[in-house]
C-alpha cells in the first residue's frame, strides 16, 4: 500500500515539473523569445526618450510605430477610455518601450526629451459621452504635461485640431483665421478644452520658457480606428461592408478633407522637431462632398447599400478644408498618401475587425447557450 501511495506522490511530483516546466516555455516565448519589428540603431547621442499620452489610441499607436522603428526610446500612457492595448502588443517587452496605465489628469513623473500630448476623446460619440471627462483632459491633462516639460525641459507637442475653427466663415481655413464657433453647443467640451489647451501652451512658452509646437490635425482616417467611431469613414465602411444604409446627415453637400493616418504622424514628427512655436494646420486639403465620400466607400467595398439622409446634426461643420501653406513651407511637408489607397488599406483593416469580432461572438453564443449541443456535452462530461 505504501508503494503504491509512493508511486502515486512520484507520478504527481512529475506532473507538476511538467507544468512548471511548460510555464516556464511559455514565459520565454513571450518575453525573451518574441520577435520584435525592426528597428533602427542608434547611439546615445542621437536616441530620444519619448512620451506619448493617448499612445494607445488610433493616431498615437501609429506615432508609437513610427519612433519605435526610428530607434527611440517611447513611453506610453493611456487611460483606455478610448485607447486600446491591443494596438501596441507587438511592442511589449521591448527594451526600448513602455506602456502606462496612466490618466493625464493626475501628474505624472518621468525624465524625458520630448512629450507628444494627444490624450483625449477626438470623436463626437466618445466626447460628449463623458464632456466634463473630456474637458479636464484637455485643460488640467495638458496643465500637467506642460509642469512636467517645464521641469525635465522637455519640448511638448500639442495635438489641437480643426475644430477649433468651428463652423468656419473662412475657406480653406489658415492658421490665422480665429473661427466661428458656439461655445455651449454639444461639440463644446472638445472644442472649447482644444483652444484652452492652445492658450495654456502659448502662456507657459511666454511665462515658463517652454518650448511648445502645436499641430492643427484635420480629419484623419486609417488602421485602428474604432468600428463604433462614430465620424464618417468608419461609419461609411461598416455599413458598406454590412450592406446596411449608408447614412448621412443632412443633405450631404458639406464638405470634408481627410489624410491618411500615416501622412499625419509623418507631419507630426516634422512640427516636433521643426523650429516653429507658431499653430500649423496637418491635413489633406483635397475636398470632397459627404455625398461623394459615401459613393466612393461604396464603390471600394463593392457594396450595394442605400444611402439615406437622415436630419442634421448640430453644429456640423458646412465646409473643413486645410490651408497647409504653412506646413510645406516650414516642414516642407505634404501629405503623399491618396485617399483610395488609404481607404483601400482601410477597408481591409475594418473587414479583418468585422471577421474577427463575428467570430468571437459566435464562440460566446456556442459557450453561454445551455440548449446548444456542444455545451451539453461539456456538461456531462
Given at each position: 500500500m505504501e508503494r503504491i501511495l509512493l508511486d502515486r506522490f512520484e507520478a504527481l511530483q512529475a506532473e507538476m515539473q511538467i507544468i512548471q516546466n511548460e510555464l516556464k516555455i511559455s514565459k520565454a516565448a513571450k518575453n525573451g523569445y518574441k520577435r520584435f519589428p525592426n528597428v533602427t540603431f542608434r547611439n546615445e547621442g542621437s536616441r530620444k526618450r519619448i512620451l506619448i499620452t493617448g499612445g494607445a489610441g488610433f493616431v498615437g499607436s501609429h506615432l508609437v510605430d513610427k519612433l519605435m522603428l526610428d530607434g527611440h526610446e517611447v513611453v506610453a500612457l493611456d487611460n483606455y477610455f478610448t485607447g486600446r492595448k491591443h494596438n501596441l502588443e507587438h511592442w511589449i517587452g521591448h527594451p526600448n518601450f513602455e506602456l502606462v496605465h496612466h490618466d493625464v489628469v493626475n501628474p505624472y513623473f518621468i525624465e524625458v526629451d520630448q512629450i507628444y500630448h494627444l490624450a483625449s476623446p477626438a470623436?463626437?460619440?466618445?466626447?460628449?459621452?463623458?464632456?466634463?471627462?473630456?474637458?479636464?483632459?484637455?485643460?488640467?491633462?495638458?496643465?500637467?504635461?506642460?509642469?512636467?516639460?517645464?521641469?525635465?525641459?522637455?519640448?511638448?507637442?500639442?495635438?489641437?485640431?480643426?475644430?477649433?475653427?468651428?463652423?468656419?466663415?473662412?475657406?480653406?481655413?489658415?492658421?490665422?483665421?480665429?473661427?466661428?464657433?458656439?461655445?455651449?453647443?454639444?461639440?463644446?467640451?472638445?472644442?472649447?478644452?482644444?483652444r484652452v489647451a492652445e492658450s495654456l501652451m502659448v502662456s507657459y512658452q511666454k511665462q515658463e520658457k517652454v518650448e511648445i509646437r502645436i499641430a492643427r490635425i484635420f480629419n484623419t482616417f486609417g488602421p485602428r480606428m474604432h468600428m463604433n467611431d462614430g465620424r464618417v469613414v468608419s461609419n461609411f465602411i461598416i455599413q458598406a461592408l454590412e450592406e446596411k444604409p449608408i447614412t448621412i446627415y443632412g443633405d450631404g453637400n458639406q464638405t470634408r478633407s481627410f489624410q491618411y493616418v500615416d501622412d499625419l504622424v509623418d507631419g507630426l514628427i516634422e512640427l516636433m522637431n521643426s523650429n516653429t512655436s507658431l499653430p500649423v494646420n496637418i491635413g489633406n486639403p483635397e475636398e470632397h462632398t459627404v455625398n461623394d465620400f459615401a459613393k466612393i466607400i461604396r464603390d471600394l467595398v463593392g457594396s450595394q447599400s442605400q444611402i439615406i439622409h437622415l436630419a442634421q446634426q448640430q453644429d456640423d461643420p458646412k465646409q473643413r478644408k486645410p490651408d497647409i501653406r504653412r506646413a510645406a513651407e516650414l516642414l516642407n511637408w505634404h501629405p503623399k498618401v491618396s485617399m483610395k489607397d488609404g481607404l483601400k488599406k482601410t477597408i481591409e483593416f475594418f473587414r479583418k475587425e468585422l471577421r474577427t469580432t463575428r467570430e468571437r461572438e459566435a464562440d460566446e453564443k456556442v459557450r453561454f447557450d445551455l440548449d446548444n449541443p456542444v455545451t451539453q456535452q461539456l456538461l456531462n462530461l
Open positions: 470623436s463626437p460619440p466618445h466626447y460628449m459621452l463623458n464632456p466634463v471627462k473630456t474637458i479636464k483632459t484637455n485643460t488640467i491633462g495638458t496643465i500637467n504635461m506642460l509642469g512636467l516639460a517645464r521641469r525635465v525641459k522637455a519640448r511638448m507637442l500639442l495635438a489641437s485640431t480643426s475644430e477649433v475653427y468651428g463652423d468656419p466663415e473662412v475657406h480653406p481655413q489658415p492658421e490665422t483665421y480665429w473661427g466661428h464657433v458656439n461655445t455651449v453647443g454639444p461639440r463644446a467640451c472638445y472644442d472649447e478644452g482644444k
